[in-house]
């Protein structure tokens, strides 16, 4: 497969292939690390591409409600990790009976009352988990691509993105750059005309939501922090031996 930042799917419009950025070391490499939207409704020749694009692992960062409203299986040979990497159990089903109001009232509790502060919040409130999806992602790069999702593709993928590219010293501007083209993709997304004008908002992806997180990844030192929670410098090292290329 040619080296494209969007992927083509008919049922998924925000699946990347997080290659293509300088880091530390020389770039981040094509075809081993990909984040997405829920991949719930891809058809047998859409898992063929995911199989022709190597994905061996398959990561899902939804929370238990989201997972039962929308689920999916993955072939035999791609490995399915069902993790959580919130403890709020936020559900945008535009089916269910909740309000407007209603719901946005747990995107609110869901995301801090903001999404900057949601951010920061992932990190902070349960390093465990990032600790734990990082393991992941680095056994998973021995085996073969992996593809990590939550529901929209933009904001449980964009932090855990940001930690990675961090982690792998790859520029500001660029992790910034790549969370914010999530507002263009959105758009084309089905739940975003479905859910209530009030909940859009957290569709979007502004840059200053990416830079506001960052500032605050480099003053608290969110690596450092990651390290007092168990994250070990031999997953560091790991990572950095699969995604980055000469």
């Known amino acids: 497969m040619k080296n494209m930042k969007r992927i083509p799917f008919e049922h998924l419009c925000n699946c990347r292939d997080l290659g293509g950025y300088a880091c530390e070391g020389g770039m981040i490499g094509w075809h081993k690390l990909y984040r997405a939207e829920a991949p719930c409704d891809l058809t047998g020749k859409e898992w063929e591409q995911m199989r022709r694009m190597e994905v061996r692992t398959m990561i899902d960062l ?8 929308a689920p999916y299986e993955t072939p035999e040979e791609i490995r399915k990790v069902s993790y959580p990497l919130q403890q709020y159990d936020l559900q945008l089903d535009a089916k269910n009976n909740l309000s407007g109001e209603e719901l946005a009232e747990l ?6 009352k903001s999404l ?4 920061v919040k992932m990190i902070t409130d349960a390093p465990e988990r990032i600790v734990y999806l990082l393991e992941t992602i680095a056994d998973g790069l021995s085996k073969g691509a992996v593809l990590y999702h939550c529901s929209a593709g933009k904001d449980r993928t964009g932090v855990l993105s940001a930690m990675i590219y961090l982690l792998c010293g790859v520029d500001f501007m660029d992790i910034v750059a790549d969370y914010q083209v999530s507002s263009a993709y959105q758009e084309r997304n089905p739940l975003y005309g479905m859910i209530p004008e009030e909940l859009r908002c957290y569709m979007s992806a502004p840059p200053e939501t990416m830079e506001g997180f960052l500032k605050k990844a480099e003053k608290e030192n969110y690596v450092g922090f990651l390290m007092e929670h168990g994250l070990t410098e031999e997953t560091v ?3 950095k031996r699969n995604l980055i290329v000469s």
């Open 62 to 69: 939804r929370s238990p409600m989201e997972q039962k409203s």
């Open 107 to 112: 995107a609110k509790a869901s995301f801090g």
């Open 116 to 119: 900057s502060v949601g951010y």
């Open 237 to 239: 090292a790991a990572l």
